[in-house]
């Protein structure tokens, strides 16, 4: 994908020309065919959002067509926000209504047909690097070679549904001016535990050789704790944390429900509260300032961070930093 590392805003775009179409998915996913299927009636309405190494839009499209030639460095998952839209694969014509997703591999061509009305998506596109993280077992080698996903999510229950949530999330929380998600640092965190809520919606997540004795959970988990508060101030994923200890994302998840009966990412931004905790009560007045001890622990929206310090400590840290 284009302008990697760069987060970009929504960028509302209406066209009736193909063409125009094209160019402007382009930067999400590649080179792309946008055609007519009706001599009369094509009309598109998309808006775009881009964090580091995703992109994410939505398309309300009719009496149209989308051919995206594979190989693509990308995994897309499509969800239908109303109407009906179709994909052919191996020749055939499959239907995705409400209650399912679809699942985009690197391979085969992409082909989509609006329908006989207007198709109305919401849509994401990760680059393949990212997701493979979350695809292999930390004894084995790097995954390579095809990525092989169910072509259809279903979003009623389960993971599907957890993942059609988050994503509705994000494209909401990306629309807004002051969205923390527009720091590249966020928006990075954030892009990891995506990859790994499309991992374990597909099922991709590679199995366990040996599932962990609670005493193994244990250690695991001291593990990590320790890697994390080496890393309060600096980007960290769960791939990363996973890695540093010799286990999978899924395990890592697991030792710390057990543990401290939350997830690792939950830990973590505890650690980084009470962290800014420390730093206000330790430092003068007059000479820091809130919102350079917010960044400093990666809390890039001060509103959000003083209600999840006040949830976390009954007082603001305002109210800290002056005693």
């Known amino acids: 994908m ?13 066209n009736d020309d193909p063409d125009a179409l094209s160019e402007s998915l382009r930067a999400i996913v590649g ?13 598109a309405e998309l808006q775009v959002a881009r964090l580091p190494r995703t992109g994410l839009f939505t398309l309300r499209i009719s009496g149209g067509r989308l051919v995206v030639p594979a190989p693509r460095p990308f995994v897309g998952i499509t969800v239908p926000l109303g109407g009906i839209f179709k994909v052919k694969e191996r020749r055939r014509n499959i239907a995705f209504r409400s209650g399912t997703a679809h699942v985009l591999p690197p391979t085969p061509q992409f082909d989509f047909h609006s329908g006989d009305g207007c198709s109305n998506v919401l ?4 680059e393949t690097s ?9 004894d084995d080698e790097p995954a390579s070679g095809e990525v092989r996903l169910p072509s259809r999510l279903f979003t009623v229950s389960g993971p599907g549904a ?8 994000l494209w909401r929380e990306l629309q807004r001016d002051d969205s923390s998600l527009l720091v590249p640092r966020i928006g990075r965190e954030a892009e990891e535990l995506l990859a790994a809520l499309v991992a374990e919606a597909c099922g991709a997540t590679a199995p366990e050789s040996k599932k962990p004795t609670n005493g193994g959970y244990a250690a695991i988990a001291r593990h990590a704790e320790e890697f994390i508060d080496a890393q309060l101030e600096s980007v960290v994923s769960l791939a990363e944390v996973a890695a540093a200890v010799g286990t999978s994302t899924k395990t890592l998840s697991r030792a710390f429900r057990q543990r401290h009966g939350m997830g690792p990412a939950g830990f973590l931004r505890r650690r980084r509260l009470e962290a800014a905790r420390r730093d206000l009560a330790a430092a003068e007045p007059g000479a820091t300032a809130v919102s350079d001890v917010a960044l400093r622990y990666g809390f890039a929206h001060l509103g959000r961070f003083a209600g999840a310090y006040r949830e976390a400590f009954g007082e603001l840290p305002s109210e800290t930093l002056s005693r």
């Open 2 to 14: 284009d302008n990697y590392g760069k987060t970009m805003r929504i960028r509302p775009h209406r």
């Open 130 to 138: 990212l997701l493979r993280r979350y695809l292999q077992h930390p």
């Open 31 to 43: 080179p792309v065919d946008a055609q007519a299927t009706q001599s009369r009636g094509f009309e």
């Open 162 to 169: 957890g993942l059609v949530r988050t994503l509705r999330y």
């Open 123 to 126: 849509a994401l596109a990760m």
